[in-house]
């Protein structure tokens, strides 16, 4: 089976086509990369821009594998995804749980009200008790009075994600998944062990950062905040009068919010306004790092308020992973380490055949967690009662994450 896999985000569009083989390691066939236009902090904001940034992605992934794709799976970026953790209830009377009880719970979910102009994303069952017997995992054929399934159902604006579609539609994609983006950057970076004690995935992206929790092997928790790399960035052009291209080369170069060993080194910044001038002028490095270190101060505080009640007070998370491009930022590790008091460290794409080392790296985690929330749907281990520690592929994924941290 051969599909396509699109990383739609801020500053690049990404394309992989990968032939997935039961019980076999998937296989890049073609890899396509365009900058991002007409896409704002995840959020279509000009149809044809973004459509021809889609197009052209997937034009040269093709171009690369010598031939077209059918489906594609894609993530999903928006500040209005939403976490609701629900509990059912299912009456026994004393009797055996049955695969119908099962059934009941999740058909109640589909009669559920989200909110207004809300579409559900994922149904991820999180937990299951009989009565006061908590931590359940496979509840058929025990008795009791009362079933209680536990839930995290993520959803988004529906008018965000139908606008979306639409682009889609107009780039000629045609959709099999959609998947959010906290959940494909967790599954294409964490591993196992991470994956069941407790992760909490931040993907760090140019225009938004993703976070996502895993406990026992599921998501429990996915948001976004708007705020990411491009906003650094426009931080050290504005307080630098500098251009965004400049002030990029800048974080990147020079950038080392943490380090401050030659914080008192001078450092040419050139002048904005003139493309065709060579003329710069000279700050101290710490100029330069003060402003980055202040606006990722702003990212870990939004991140915090938008986690603290659902992740934080609930000591879900021992470890937490930074990916994306942004997250390889010299001090980034260190300063979420110390803002959240949690051991930190950059995650690294999962190792898949085919993909390049410049493609490998903490920026191409979604793009690796779509191959594989693909493989586990078509093995059946996204289904709402299997266990995702079952699928032959995700004990495989395991050994190449191992791989990949060692």
């Known amino acids: 089976m051969k599909i396509g896999i699109l990383d ?12 997935i083989v039961k ?12 900058q991002s236009n007409g896409i704002s902090s995840g959020t279509i904001i000009d149809m044809e821009l973004a459509c021809n940034s889609i197009r052209s992605s997937i034009q040269s992934a093709e171009n690369m594998f010598g031939g077209t794709v059918e489906e594609f799976v894609v993530n999903f970026s928006s500040d209005t ?18 695969h119908e009880d099962i059934k009941k719970n999740y058909k109640k979910i589909d009669d559920l009200n989200y909110g207004k102009n809300r579409q559900l994303l994922h149904k991820i069952r999180t937990s299951y008790s009989i009565d006061r017997n908590i931590g359940i995992d496979k509840p058929i054929g025990m008795k009791g009075n009362k079933l209680i399934a536990g839930f995290n159902l993520i959803t988004a604006d529906k008018n965000s994600i139908n606008n979306f579609i639409k682009c889609l539609s107009m780039a000629k994609v045609r959709v099999s998944d959609i998947v959010a ?14 994956l069941y004690i407790g992760t909490t995935v931040i993907d760090v992206g140019a225009g938004c950062s993703s976070i996502g929790t895993f406990y026992k092997n599921k998501l429990v928790y996915a948001g976004i905040v708007n705020i990411g790399g491009f906003h650094i960035s426009s931080d050290i052009a504005k307080g630098l009068s500098t251009s965004i291209l400049a002030a990029e080369r800048l974080k990147i170069l020079h950038g080392g919010s943490v380090n401050f060993n030659d914080e008192n080194d001078l450092i040419d910044v050139p ?43 609930r000591n879900l998370t021992s470890n937490i992973v930074l990916t994306g491009k942004s997250s390889e930022l010299k001090g980034f590790v260190n300063l979420t380490s110390d ?8 995650g690294k794409s999962i190792n898949i055949k085919g993909l390049a ?31 995702l520690e079952n699928s032959f ?8 994450l191992q791989e990949s941290f060692s």
């Open 8 to 19: 739609i985000g801020t500053n690049k569009i990404s394309c992989f086509i990968v032939n």
């Open 23 to 34: 019980d076999k390691e998937p296989i890049i066939l073609g890899i396509g990369h365009h």
């Open 81 to 98: 995804i939403q976490s609701h953790t629900i509990n059912l209830n299912t009456s026994l009377d004393n009797n055996e749980v049955t």
């Open 181 to 194: 983006t906290p959940y494909a950057s967790g599954l294409g970076c964490l591993n196992n062990d991470d």
């Open 271 to 313: 002048l904005t306004g003139n493309h065709e001038s060579t003329e710069t002028h000279k700050i101290h490095k710490k100029e330069l790092n003060n402003i980055i270190l202040s606006r990722i101060q702003e990212i870990l505080e939004n991140i915090r308020s938008k986690t603290n009640k659902s992740i934080l007070e």
């Open 339 to 346: 803002f959240f008091g949690i051991k930190t460290r950059i």
């Open 357 to 387: 080392e410049n493609t490998s790296g903490p920026g191409f985690s979604v793009c690796c967690g779509l191959i594989k929330y693909k493989i586990l749907k078509e093995e059946g281990c996204l289904q709402i009662n299997s266990p």
């Open 393 to 400: 592929l995700w004990r495989k994924f395991g050994s190449w």
